[in-house]
């Protein structure tokens, strides 16, 4: 039986056939950042237009601003040269209306632990995106503030919806 690494490196060798990569700067090539959740039916390549070399996608568990999201969109900025963001979530985010306490307390009570992270579940997709964009407009170590935008997208029906603050 094929395992997913099997497939992987057979999925590989016709990437690599194929491959137009070559060559490319390491600068995104449109100047932006989109900071947008891990969930599996987000493409954000096609939600977007994106092609290979024009943008940085940093994802994480929501799309939410964590202290890493953060350090990614400033080295973003201050070390590859991005002027915009576009912070997007969705629709149907398991991070929504999630319990942060209750997943905090689970976890410590199934291992010993607590973790030192937040959750990170919102009660609101739209807040939360405004929540995200106003505080990377304030943030002081970034560069570019003046051209932050969120939105949601719609899992099922594709559609990018521009949220204002
Ligand atoms: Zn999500």
Known sequence: ???THDQFLSANEAHQEAFSGRGLAAPPSRRVAVLT?????????RALGLQIGEAHVIRNAGGVLTDDAIRSLTLS??????????VIQ?????LENLDNEAVL????AAT?????????GFSDVRN???????A???DPHLIHVDAVNGYVYHVETGRLEPVGT
Not at 37 to 45: G, L, P, Q, S
Not at 77 to 86: D, M, P, S, Y
Not at 90 to 94: A, E, I, K, L, V
């Open 77 to 86: 900025q201050r070390k590859l040269g991005t002027t915009e963001i576009a």
């Open 136 to 138: 990377l407009r304030s």
């Open 90 to 94: 969705h629709t149907d985010c398991g």
């Open 112 to 120: 010993g632990s607590r973790p030192p992270w937040p959750i990170g």
């Open 37 to 45: 959740c891990m969930d599996a039916r987000v493409d954000i390549y």
């Open 105 to 108: 307390a689970e976890l410590e």
């Open 1 to 3: 039986m094929s395992t």
């Open 128 to 134: 939360s995106v405004r929540a995200s964009v106003a």
